[in-house]
Every structure is written in structure tokens, then in C-alpha cells.
């Protein structure tokens, strides 16, 4: 994949290197397909035109993709690498919170509803991302409103599913 000129800009003046997807993106999404609960019920067709709505970029290792209380507009799916999810707890020290790999997303919340963003991401190490905006999902809903719906109805249901979790961890936490 070659460096092209970038077509987003990210929050905070921050600058990662510009991948040329093309065609091979569709391709990539296809081996998430049944792994990745964005992709459940996409077919290989559909992921290839949802490639057309992304933007593909790599982060070196430390890297700081997003930072916690900044606004975002932006989802990101993570194609190759890591990314550390950390929180600041309330004496400001940071505390990681998770990690995830390839085929899983970060950002959806922020994306969807522009807030600022809950945690900050950092690249564990070099790390391959391809980012969804606001704006590319709206083009996205005028041109293929099926592929749009689809993609919006898994969002809200990973997002069901991360609340229902986080609800189950506070009941436990309270001795309910």
C-alpha cells in the first residue's frame, strides 16, 4: 500500500502516515467477515463498497490516536496491531482499560454522537487503522442506505452489548 496525501484531519494536530487502500481494503475487511462483530452480517460485496467509505492510515508504536475529553467525530476500525485503551482515574494517573486487535473498532460512541471522546488510544504498537468519519457515513446514507443501516444497526448492538457488560461489572462492583 502506498503513501498518499491524507484526506482527514485529526484532532490535535496529530499526523499518521496515509495509506492508499484501493482495492486491497475490500479484501482485508473480508477476513474480518464472521470474526468481527461489525461485520457479522455483511456480505464480501458489502464490505468491498464499505472500504470505499474509509480511510486507511498506520501509527508507530506510543503513538496517541485519540485523546480522552477531545471531540471526535470519527470511529476507527484497527486492521493490523494493537490499540491500548486508557482511562484517567480520578487522582489523573492513567489506568489501561483494555486492548484490542485487528477486526475490532474503537470511537463508535463519539462517532455517532460527537461527544468528547470517553478514553484515549494509543497504539501498542505499529498499528494499521482504517477510520469511518460522521460525514463518510452520512455520504454513505444517501448513496447505499442499505449498507448504512446495516452498519448502524451493529454499532448500536455492540454498543447494547458493551453497556449491558459494563452494567453487569457496576452491579458486582455495588454487591447487587
Known amino acids: 500500500m502506498a503513501l498518499t496525501a491524507p484526506s482527514f ?3 490535535g494536530g496529530r499526523q499518521f502516515e496515509h495509506l492508499d487502500a484501493g482495492a486491497g481494503l475490500g479484501e482485508t475487511l473480508t ?3 464472521g470474526k468481527t462483530p461489525l461485520f457479522a452480517e455483511l456480505s464480501t ?11 486507511l492510515y498506520r501509527a508507530r508504536s506510543q503513538d496517541v490516536l485519540v485523546t480522552e475529553g477531545e471531540a471526535g467525530d470519527f470511529m476507527m476500525l484497527v486492521i493490523e ?3 491500548d485503551i486508557v482511562k484517567a482515574g480520578l487522582n489523573g494517573m492513567r489506568r489501561r482499560m483494555s486492548t484490542v486487535g485487528a477486526g475490532m473498532t474503537v470511537g463508535e460512541m463519539s462517532m455517532i454522537d460527537g461527544a ?3 478514553a484515549t488510544c ?5 498499528t494499521t487503522f482504517a477510520i469511518l468519519t460522521r460525514a463518510q457515513m452520512r455520504k454513505m446514507m444517501a448513496e447505499r442506505p442499505d449498507l448504512a443501516c446495516k452498519i448502524l444497526v451493529r454499532l448500536v448492538s455492540m454498543l447494547a452489548v458493551r453497556l449491558r457488560h459494563t452494567t ?7 454487591g447487587a
Do not use: K
Not at 45 to 55: I, K, N, S, V
Not at 122 to 126: D, Q
Not at 168 to 174: D, G, H, P
Open 116 to 118: 468528547p471522546r470517553f
Open 168 to 174: 453487569a461489572q457496576l452491579m458486582q462492583q455495588m
Open 81 to 83: 496491531g494493537e490499540v
Open 9 to 11: 484531519a485529526f484532532p
Open 31 to 33: 477476513r474480518f467477515s
Open 45 to 55: 460485496a458489502e464490505l468491498t463498497q464499505l472500504a470505499g467509505y474509509l480511510d
Open 122 to 126: 494509543i497504539a501498542a504498537r505499529l
